[in-house]
């Protein structure tokens, strides 16, 4: 069958997406991507606020109307915690977060999937690179144990639980097999890795250098209470990527109580500092949110300042709305439209700026950056990829297959900024170099 993946929200459903990914490919199924007509359509939706419910909801009825003749699977947070809305839209199986890591079987049984024989399959080609991915997001933990006021994914993904190592580690290695480069360990709640398996996250990332080779391990967003010095140490390893994303939320103590956060910004300082101090050139990201009910002017400003003196590589703004079963719905003292807005606009601004100045600091140098994506633009055509710590690096492949380029990591000069990507323009340095110049 022709299948077609779709998916919004989180790098957890980008991760249980290139799980179904290569498990249909491995049962004789073709992936073919938006283009293309598909037999078969399966949605990872998201419901973290009521605009990502709606963009499901539009998303499922699009895709429905683009292809009449096929059949849909609706999945995910949406479908999760409104299950009876999600099968009004016409869709042909719900399938709960509970039930995801039995999709490809649910799916098959109550569809009649048929599968083709295994020499349709074509060994060692990894679906990713169908997707157009050249890092793998692998999800290590689903669920979470807290209850921020504002979150209803840890109510749609329930109980924490987490993988076995092992099973982690040959994933890991099947997908290096193919031509994966770079491994991105994911959960709902990922630092709370192991806690009902008897484990922890710092183990976790442990046994997956010594177990694996693949040239770079990144961590998907941590939360900054579950960062010990033993986890700090892990980074003296090369191939654990020095960029970590540690959500915030709100620069005033008074807000983070109100949104049940365990951390308060003095927490927060003292990580960033021995983070910094141990790990040199780490790039620092985080969310923050606009508008939470009841932040004042004086709350506001004690954000404002903080992110001043943190100085973080880039940040995720979100402005607040209420969302239907958190309690954040209900509580008093909304801040006005217009007043998240204009907090909104200044925060971007402010993000923007700190950006710039990290990326600003890092110019001239050489870094070895994995190329990922061939596009064109006009008669020119450019190839991107990331440093390390994730800053986006585009150059112009001249002389070289960039088709070849796009698979690999290379030494490649910082040369200048990139305004419209907020990244930089490249040089690169020898194709064949293993080291800088």
Not at 50 to 59: C, E, G, L, T
Not at 154 to 172: L, M
Not at 231 to 242: A, C, G, K, Y
Request: charged share 25%; glycine share 8%; hydrophobic share 35%.
């Amino acid at each position: 069958m022709r299948i077609q993946l779709k998916t919004l929200g989180c790098r957890l459903n980008e991760a249980e997406l290139e799980t179904w990914a290569r498990d249909f490919k491995a049962k004789g199924h073709d992936l073919v991507d938006a283009n293309d007509s598909a037999d078969l359509i399966v949605f990872n939706s998201c419901a973290v606020t009521q605009d990502a419910v709606r963009k499901s909801r539009h998303q499922v009825r699009k895709a429905a109307r683009e292809n009449p003749g096929a059949k849909i699977v609706l999945t995910g947070c949406y479908a999760s915690l409104n299950p009876s809305e999600a099968e009004s839209l016409g869709v042909d199986l719900v399938i709960s977060n509970q039930e995801k890591q039995r999709l490809i079987d649910i799916t098959s049984q109550a569809l009649s999937l048929e599968n083709m024989p295994s020499s349709a399959t074509l060994p060692g080609e990894s679906a990713l690179f169908r997707l157009g991915r050249h890092r793998a997001f692998i999800k290590v933990q689903d669920g979470c144990r807290y209850r921020c006021t504002y979150c209803i994914v840890t109510v749609a993904r329930g109980e924490e639980r987490s993988r076995p190592a092992d099973e982690v580690v040959q994933e890991i290695n099947q997908l290096h097999a193919e031509g994966i480069q770079e491994a991105v360990l994911t959960g709902v709640h990922l630092g709370g890795y192991g806690g009902e398996i008897h484990s922890r996250l710092a183990q976790l990332i442990e046994r997956v250098l010594e177990g694996t080779r693949i040239p770079r391990i990144r961590l998907g967003s941590l939360e900054p209470w579950d960062i010990g010095d033993d986890f700090i140490e892990l980074f003296q390893h090369p191939r654990l990527m020095p960029h970590l994303h540690l959500p915030l939320q709100s620069g005033s103590d008074t807000v983070l109580r109100r949104m049940a956060r365990r951390g308060r910004q003095a927490d927060y300082r003292d990580l960033v500092n021995r983070l910094r101090h141990h790990i040199p050139g780490i790039n620092i990201t985080s969310d923050l949110i606009v508008g939470f009910p009841g932040e004042t002017d004086i709350e506001w400003q004690e954000t404002l300042r903080f992110v001043e003196e943190v100085a973080f590589g880039d940040l995720h703004i979100f402005t607040f709305s209420p969302r239907p079963g958190t309690p954040a719905a209900e509580m008093k003292d909304p801040v006005p439209g217009l007043v998240k807005k204009e907090r909104s606009l200044a925060l971007h601004a402010l993000a923007a700026e700190q950006k710039k100045a990290a990326l600003t600091s890092g110019m001239g140098r050489y870094q070895p950056v994995l190329f990922e994506g061939v596009r064109r633009e006009g008669d020119k055509t450019l190839l991107s990829g990331y440093t390390p710590n994730y800053f986006k690096v585009t150059i112009e492949p001249r002389g070289h297959d960039p088709a070849i380029l796009s698979y690999q990591i290379l030494p490649t000069l910082l040369a200048a900024l990139d305004e419209r990507e907020q990244g930089y323009l490249g040089t690169l340095a020898v194709a064949t170099s293993a080291n800088p110049p």
